[in-house]
């Protein structure tokens, strides 16, 4: 096994029976050699620096249905809230002062957000910030609106794929969601010039490893700049609620599997990582690893942005996720800094 490992390492193609062996096995030694190569890769490019990402959640109305999700809109125990201009530029201010050079509005698809008002917010980030990157992650949206919010200032934009095989996104997702028209909306997002970031949950209902091995195809035929994996977590009010979540250690393998295919990429130690082990953010950094993603937003809406069962970061004590993540990122044995965190490729 470990000459898979080698061969991965090097650069060199894995096929699909390869990659499955990889994915599957129990071999220990392979296991280690692969964190130890994927720790190497990340310091090759990006030692030991660790890009922070300011999350703002703008709202928490979906007019989607995805059945792993805890916002969908058929939860109807759902606490939904949006953000107001003013409140997301006092977050933008706050994350400013505590060191953020890049701010992500993510959000459910919520057409009260306009590509006007959309617009006009970025402009008023760009304007008060020339030195942070604009990030968002709002969904679908079309081409034209992808356009005017790129030309409005906006730099990257995250749009997890969720599941590249046809079957398992549609066992997912309500019928009249599209795979083929969410994997057109990242191809847009590159031809526009955004830094792109996709992504699959780990773990996920009927998910199995010939799914991750399609969506591990699917991105390298994209080629984002960021790659989001987290495992899945069942959400009390949806119908996966007794489904089993996705484990750390398959998560861990994935995240340094991806750290080797795709070298230079910005690879997030995700919130999801962190809710399912205590020390999983640290372990994800510790696998390869570079970017964690501390909410900014405000306290009182943090228990509604509720997308799985005991989302951390939540809470009173959580005020200051920078404080807490920068101690957790140097117990890993690595150093925040205050930078765009720009993708080199
Ligand atoms: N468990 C883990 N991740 C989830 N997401 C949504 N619901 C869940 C869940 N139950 C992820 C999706 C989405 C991102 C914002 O959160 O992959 O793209
Ligand atoms: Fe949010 Fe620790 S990172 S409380």
């Known amino acids: 096994m470990t000459e898979i490992v080698e061969k991965l390492y090097r650069g060199e193609f894995l096929s699909d029976s390869e990659l499955k062996a990889l994915i599957e ?10 964190k130890k190569y994927a720790v190497e890769t990340r310091l090759k490019h990006y030692g030991k620096k660790v890009f922070l990402r300011g999350l703002i959640e703008i709202s928490s109305y979906c007019k989607n249905d995805c059945l792993y999700c805890g916002i969908r809109r058929s939860n109807k125990e759902a606490d939904r809230y949006r953000l107001s201009r003013e409140d997301i530029m006092a977050c933008c201010e706050n994350g400013y002062e505590l060191g953020f050079r890049t701010f992500v509005m993510q959000g459910g698809e919520d057409s009260f957000f306009t590509d006007d008002f959309l617009c006009s917010v970025i402009a008023e980030i760009r304007e008060k910030y020339p030195d942070c ?26 749009l997890r794929h969720e599941a590249a095989d046809p079957e398992l996104y549609k066992n997912l997702h309500p019928s009249e969601m599209s795979l083929d028209n969410r994997k057109e909306c990242l191809f847009h997002l590159k031809e526009l010039g955004y830094q792109v970031g996709a992504g699959f949950m780990v773990g996920a209902p009927f998910q199995t490893t010939e799914h991750l091995i399609y969506d591990l195809r699917f991105l390298q035929s994209l080629q984002p700049q960021m790659i989001g994996i987290g495992p899945f977590i069942p959400h009390h009010n949806t119908e996966f609620s ?31 990582l962190g809710t399912i082990a205590p020390n999983g953010r640290e372990l994800g950094l510790m696998t390869g690893c570079n970017v964690v993603m501390p909410n900014l937003s405000p306290v009182k809406v943090r228990k509604k942005y509720d997308l799985y069962d005991n989302k951390i970061c939540t809470g009173e004590e959580a ?27």
């Open 242 to 272: 007794e489904e089993k979540g996705g484990t750390l250690e398959l998560t861990l393998r994935l995240l340094g599997i991806i750290r080797l295919m795709f070298p230079k990429v910005l690879l997030p130690a995700t919130t999801a």
């Open 319 to 345: 005020a200051e996720c920078r404080g807490c993540l920068e101690r957790r990122i140097n117990s890993a044995g690595y150093e925040v800094v205050s930078e765009r965190g720009d993708c080199l490729i």
């Open 133 to 158: 990157a604009i990030t968002l992650s709002l969904g679908e949206r079309s081409y034209e609106s992808y356009k005017r919010l790129k030309e409005a200032g906006a730099d990257r934009y995250l």
């Open 25 to 34: 096995t129990d071999d220990q030694q392979a296991a280690e050699l692969l």
